[in-house]
Each structure stands twice: as C-alpha cells, then as structure tokens.
C-alpha cells in the first residue's frame, strides 16, 4: 500500500505594466478539497493543475466546496516573464510541480478574494484546490488596477 499526502502552498502578485511588482504575498497554505483528492486517483497531479481561478468572495473554503464562490477569470496561461514557470521535480520520495499563472491585463479594476485551481477550462464544480486572498495576514480581498495583471505561483 502507497501512503501519500497532498500539500499545496501559493504566492500572489499584482504586476504593472513595466513588469513591476505591485503588491504581493508570500507563500501560503492553500486547501486540497474532497473532491481534488479522489481526482488524484484518475489524474496526475500536473493534470490538476492546468488552470487557475480567481473570484470576488471570502468565504473561507470548505473541503466540501467544489467552485469558487464567485468565479470572475480562470486561466491557463503560464507566465512567461518568471524562471522556471512551470517545472517539476523528484527529490527522494517528494514529487514537487511549481507553476507561475499570469492572469489578462485589466481594462478596468477587479477586485478579488479567492483563487482556486482545476483540471478545466470551464468554470463550474471542478477545482482541485483552493485558497482565500490573504493580506497582510489578515483573508480579505486585493484590486487589480487598470494595466496590471495577477501572477499566481502555486
């Protein structure tokens, strides 16, 4: 019998137009929910991790949730502009994958309090994991000015 366990960690920055960071937060602690643990059975973990997804709520999630509360964008872009957007490695028994998403640059401010991630292009109940806007400390909500985009390292 195989013992694994899942651990998620994520970044986020706010980027301007001249490649500049904005605002940003360090690496956090993110929730695998009920239903990206059984996917794990018929996917593999970089299978999971194809798209990210942000919305407008702050409900802390649940492991029972399977989509954001409000989803507004979700992307598959990786972002290009970072060393080693999308790697993975094996060191002993640890299986790592680091993956940088770049979200569309703003025409007009967004406001956002939750990021999730999932194997689908579409929006709907298939996140893998998910995680609140943390600032600060303290789980809230972030804008995204006009010009400036979202940079998500999971």
Avoid: H
């Amino acid at each position: 019998m195989l013992n694994y366990r899942l651990k998620g960690m994520f970044s986020w920055a706010i980027i301007d137009r001249n490649n500049q960071v904005v605002d940003s937060e360090p690496t956090r602690n993110n929730l695998i929910l009920t239903q990206g643990i059984n996917a794990v059975a018929s996917r593999t973990f970089v299978e999971n991790m194809l798209y990210c997804a942000i919305g407008t709520s702050t409900v802390a999630p649940l492991l029972t949730d399977v989509a954001l509360g409000n989803e507004v964008q979700r992307t598959g872009d990786v972002d290009t502009d970072v060393t080693n957007a999308c790697i993975t490695s094996l060191s002993g028994s640890t299986y790592s994958l680091t993956k940088t998403f770049k979200f569309p640059v703003n025409a007009s401010p967004l406001t956002v309090g939750e990021i999730g991630w999932s194997w689908s292009a579409s929006p709907g109940s298939n996140l893998f994991s998910k995680a609140l806007i943390v600032k600060n400390g303290i789980p809230g909500s972030v804008t995204i000015g006009v010009g400036q985009y979202l940079r998500v390292r999971y």
